[in-house]
């Protein structure tokens, strides 16, 4: 269950739609007068409420029943998947970090060469730069591949193709040996696990792709109650600082990094809509046998600059 950070009228107004219930049943529930509650719906994120409603209204969300809390989510996902924040849309003006890729068509984004702080606990790694692609792979560009390869398209494509309702998805069910397969026709390759690492996190440390604060409400991960993956540009307030999409939640990422010498184990990043917020920074390392597939698996691919 997503927690509130700082309660506004806005989240307030969620809670009451997602209680149910109209202005004077909730202000009872809350504790004030049933005048207060078009004020605070009315005033928006321009009203902080205070400290004592504000406790008062985190524990009416823990005590809500698991339909409420579930609904309530989905509202604040809602809006965090959709706005279009000025951080993201600068990213994505910046024509000259972004290129199409000549084989796949995939856009990417370019990382800068130099130190990033890496891991837990934020150890100075240098990299070189590379070009990363803004989005996972979907089903569209990995029907590209199928088409002309001819490699056994994935469990979840009736009659050997993708749902037209699912092409802007991330493609799941793949081995890391489909991703690599795929990474080699469009002549491109798998990050490594310190790539991924400094596209989601920038340069300076930060533990989420869109800052410090843990707001589940900006990824596809368990907590948002979706249960399926989503479309690639969906959440455009949790862009990246070079601005790459999705690099926490609704999918796990194949990477190139091999978790120990030849044992045929390779790196997973960024979680999954099937993974609670907490897998979901970054730095978190997991692994899995490279003839792994799932539907929560998948992937996308570095160049070079």
């Not at 997503?2 to 809670?15: D, F, K, P, Q, S």
């Not at 869109?210 to 969906?234: H, L, Q, S, Y």
Request: glycine content about 8%.
């Amino acid at each position: 269950m997503t927690g509130v950070t700082r309660w506004t009228g806005h989240e307030a107004r969620l809670l009451r739609k997602a209680m149910r219930k109209t202005g004077k049943a909730f202000a009872e529930l809350v504790g004030v007068n049933q005048r207060q509650i078009p004020r605070w719906e009315g005033r928006g994120e321009t009203l902080e409420l205070s400290l004592v409603n504000q406790a008062a209204l985190d524990t009416l969300l823990a005590q809500a029943d698991h339909h409420v809390q579930q609904r309530f989510v989905a509202l604040l996902t809602e809006r965090a998947a959709a706005e279009h924040d000025e951080r993201a849309e600068e990213l994505l003006r910046r024509d000259s970090r972004i290129i199409r890729h000549s084989v796949d068509g995939k856009l990417m984004t370019s990382v800068e060469e130099g130190i990033y702080l890496s891991g837990a606990d934020n150890r100075s790694v240098w990299l070189d730069s590379f070009l990363i692609d803004v989005y996972p792979t979907t089903n569209e560009d990995y029907g590209k591949f199928i088409a002309a390869t001819r490699r056994r398209p994935p469990q979840h494509w009736p009659a050997g193709r993708f749902p037209v309702s699912l092409a802007t998805h991330p493609v799941v069910w793949v081995t890391w040996h489909d991703a690599s397969a795929y990474a080699r026709w469009a002549d491109k390759a798998l990050p490594t696990a310190r790539q991924w690492e400094k596209a989601a996190r920038g340069s300076k440390g930060r533990r989420y792709p869109w800052g410090n604060e843990p707001t589940a409400a900006k990824c596809n991960v368990a907590e948002t109650g979706i249960d399926a993956t989503t479309p690639v540009a969906r959440y455009q307030s949790g862009v990246s600082p070079c601005g790459a999409f999705d690099m926490c939640g609704n999918v796990w990422e194949w990477c190139s990094t091999e978790e120990g010498p030849g044992n045929g184990r390779y790196e997973l990043k960024g979680s999954a809509f099937t993974s609670p917020f907490e897998r979901s920074t970054p730095s978190l390392r997991n692994a899995a046998s490279a003839t792994m597939l799932d539907n929560d698996t998948g992937f996308r691919c570095v160049s070079e600059p």
